[in-house]
């Protein structure tokens, strides 16, 4: 089964910032399309960032420039480096990872907690 882990996630002030890191178990890291979601209390998940698997990115406006995505294959882990956070950056944020082979299949990991507040 692939796993995903998730770390980085804690409590920090308005401005500041955090990377997110996620580990996955497959060493065919680099044929799956990775990204980012989170959810709020009460909100539905929602996509932050993703980067493919022949390393086009995409952003939510509400990040696009302040946060960025980046894969190191080596490590198998992509990361999330967050910027200039505020407090509607607040939630749990979600790695995943999608392969596209015959068939389409999703893996998530269980999530890291991200608190912005003064």
């Known amino acids: 089964q692939v796993q995903l882990v998730e770390s980085g996630g804690g409590l920090v002030q308005p401005g500041g910032s955090l990377r997110l890191s996620c580990t996955v178990s497959?060493?065919?890291?680099?044929?799956?399309?990775m990204g980012w979601c989170r959810q709020a209390p009460g909100k539905q998940r929602e996509s932050v960032a993703s980067?493919?698997?022949?390393?086009?990115?995409n952003y939510a406006d509400s990040v696009k420039g302040r946060f960025t995505i980046s894969r190191d294959t080596a490590k198998k882990t992509v990361y999330l480096q967050m910027n200039n956070l505020n407090a509607e950056d607040t939630a749990v944020y979600y790695c995943?990872?999608?392969?596209?082979?015959?068939?389409?299949?999703?893996?998530w990991g269980q999530g890291t907690q991200v608190t912005v507040s003064s």
């Open positions: 497959e060493s065919i890291f680099s044929t799956y399309d």
């Open positions: 980067i493919s698997r022949s390393s086009r990115t």
């Open positions: 995943n990872a999608v392969l596209k082979l015959i068939i389409r299949q999703e893996y």
